[in-house]
């Protein structure tokens, strides 16, 4: 008996008496960080039948990547327009440090609440619109 068979495109291997289907599962590496996880288990929790489906579908990681990227890109661009707006500027950094820090740190807070509440904690249909 053979050692390897190919039928209908399928790699067969014998396996003790058996011959089992020869199978890779390709592996990518997603880059899933803080607002991808959060935004995972929400869908988990509100979402379950599309949470199934991505599930399903094998794409769940990929479209949390792609949450997690459009969150961050996000909270970037809104910390820097709203330490323009409240005039934080690299000038308050070299003069006054520490009010520096306290006023972005309330400005990353700012942005993230924004984040959380259009993106992270937002439907699913919502929340890959340009």
């Excluded at 306290?102 to 509440?117: H, L, P, R, T």
Aim: hydrophobic share 35%; charged share 25%.
């Amino acid at each position: 008996m053979k050692e390897r068979f190919i039928e209908n495109g399928i790699e067969y291997v014998k396996v003790g008496d058996y011959y089992m289907p020869n199978l890779t599962i390709l592996q990518k590496r997603y880059n899933i960080g803080k607002y991808g996880n959060l935004h995972k288990q929400f869908i988990k929790e509100h979402h379950k039948a599309f949470y199934s489906l991505l599930l399903a579908n094998g794409t769940l990681f990929e479209y949390l990547e792609k949450v997690d990227t459009k969150a961050k890109n996000e909270v970037d661009k809104l910390i820097a327009e709203l330490a323009i707006k409240q005039g934080v500027t690299e000038q308050l950094k070299s003069v006054d440090q520490m009010r520096w820090v306290g006023m972005m740190n309330n400005i990353k807070a700012q942005a993230e609440e924004i984040v959380y509440s259009t993106i992270v904690y937002n439907t699913y249909s919502n929340t890959l619109e340009n």
